[in-house]
């Protein structure tokens, strides 16, 4: 049997088939092309007039742009400076607080001290001598009133014998 021929019409089916999706291929690229196309002349009209825009905006605008970025950055340089002058001043100040309070403290005690020991002072050398001159007061007092009242006694003639034992 000769198999060429069914080779040949196999082969040119296939041929044909292949031209076929050739054809097919060539049609959607042209397709998506023409797409793509119209894709950037659309980004064309809209965007590169933006983009312009932008670009001539920042050209234009770039030294005062400059000018503000230079001017925030030496205000934080001051403005930092500033803070830690601060910051130094106010620990100076707690410092010298403390020590200060620290010798009102001192100061506190030392007076207290001080009026604690003259109060002892003043106990011993007045309170107590007082104390025991009046004690001796107190005691002639009671002697001169019993002379008195034994006098007294005799002139109106009966002594009541309980009156001298309660005393």
């Given at each position: ?7 040949i ?25 023409a ?6 002349a659309?980004?064309?009209?809209k965007?590169?007039?933006?983009a312009?825009?932008v ?33 130094a ?5 707690i410092d ?14 030392r ?27 107190q ?12 006098k ?6 009966a ?9």
């Amino acid at each position: 049997m000769d198999y060429l021929p069914i080779f040949i019409a196999v082969t040119a089916a296939a041929v044909v088939i292949q031209a076929g999706i050739l054809v097919a291929l060539y049609l959607a690229v042209r397709q998506t092309s023409a797409r793509m196309e119209a894709l950037a002349a659309e980004v064309t009209t809209k965007v590169l007039p933006t983009a312009e825009i932008v670009h001539s905006m920042l050209v234009e605008y770039r030294p005062l742009l400059q000018n503000i970025v230079t001017n925030v950055s030496d205000s934080s340089t001051k403005v930092r400076a500033q803070i830690e002058r601060l910051d130094a001043t106010v620990a100076d100040a707690i410092d010298r607080t403390r020590l200060q309070v620290i010798r009102a403290d001192e100061l506190l005690h030392r007076t207290l001290d001080r009026v604690e020991n003259t109060t002892n002072l003043v106990h011993k050398t007045v309170v107590s001598p007082v104390r025991q001159l009046a004690g001796l007061v107190q005691g002639i007092t009671s002697g001169v009133e019993f002379f008195i009242g034994a006098k007294r006694r005799r002139r109106n003639g009966a002594g009541v014998a309980q009156d001298e034992m309660f005393i």
